[in-house]
């Protein structure tokens, strides 16, 4: 379970009040640490897989420095 914090093809929005783009960055760091098999049932949208995501998240490559 990623909350709001990774979805398919998006991430957690962090514009808001007491928001944290760093501490967001990490995060997806830390969840790209997981296997590419493992499922994501996010807050909102369709479950996804952190392989998926590695390869075609633009915030999560940003994230890992490729983006």
Not at 22 to 47: C, I, N, W, Y
Request: glycine share 12%.
């Amino acid at each position: 379970m990623s909350g709001d914090v990774l979805f398919a093809g998006s991430v957690g929005r962090t514009d808001f009040p007491m928001s944290d783009h760093k501490a967001m960055m990490a995060s997806l760091r830390r969840l790209m640490e997981l296997p590419d098999k493992t499922r994501v049932f996010a807050g909102h949208m369709q479950p996804t897989t952190i392989g998926k995501e590695r390869r075609s998240n633009p915030f999560v490559l940003q994230a890992l420095g490729g983006g």
